[in-house]
């Protein structure tokens, strides 16, 4: 990760934005878990933000302004059959919130969105597991979130979008639910 990130630093700048979007899913429930599939999600989600963020930093430190927004999940706060992926999320939020703080004096700002029903290829996924169409699995779904829809990537990339932004200069260290509504 530090090669690549070297190279994009000398073709195209320093880099001032990383998201930190890297992820995968290996639900099952805790007794039928393997440690690989453990051991995979977590390395995914934490080991690499944990690469790409201590990568990129170097060059934010020294331009003296930089974004990090991790990408946690509504599933942060449990989810069953997804002991490894809730673990994860919520592992970003602390991830998260610790560079807040470390890098804060540097002008950096870090920031995590966590996702809830988001209409995305592991819905399809994850519809096409449950024999369920996709169809039906988001009108169900769009029934339990009080805005009665289910997100859309847009939904989320807003979120990013100015967490990126001068307007978020003075936003770090928070997670935001993108979630159309309360969770519990």
Not at 10 to 37: C, E, H, Y
Not at 60 to 81: F, P
Not at 93 to 100: E, H
Not at 103 to 108: D, K, Q, R, S
Request: proline letters at 3%.
């Amino acid at each position: 990760m530090e090669a690549a990130v070297e190279d994009v630093a000398s073709q195209l700048g320093a880099p001032t934005v990383l998201i930190n979007n890297a992820g995968v899913l290996r639900d099952n429930l805790l007794f039928k878990m393997s440690v690989s599939d453990w051991d995979t999600v977590l390395g995914v989600h934490l080991r690499g933000a944990f690469l790409m963020s201590r990568a990129v930093q170097r060059f934010q430190v020294e331009a003296k302004w930089g974004r990090i927004v991790n990408l946690s999940s509504s599933s942060a706060l449990g989810n069953r059959g997804q002991a490894n992926y809730s673990a994860a999320k919520a592992g970003m939020q602390g991830f998260t919130k610790t560079l807040a703080i470390e890098l804060g004096p540097f002008g950096v700002t870090v920031n995590a969105i966590a996702p809830g029903f988001i209409e995305t290829a592991m819905i399809e996924q994850t519809a096409a597991r449950m024999k369920v169409s996709l169809e039906t699995f988001l009108e169900e779904a769009a029934k339990q979130i009080a805005v009665r829809r289910v997100g859309q990537p847009d939904d989320v990339a807003a979120a990013a979008s100015f967490f990126c932004s001068e307007g978020a200069g003075y936003v770090s260290g928070q997670v935001l639910y993108v979630a159309g509504g309360p969770l519990s």
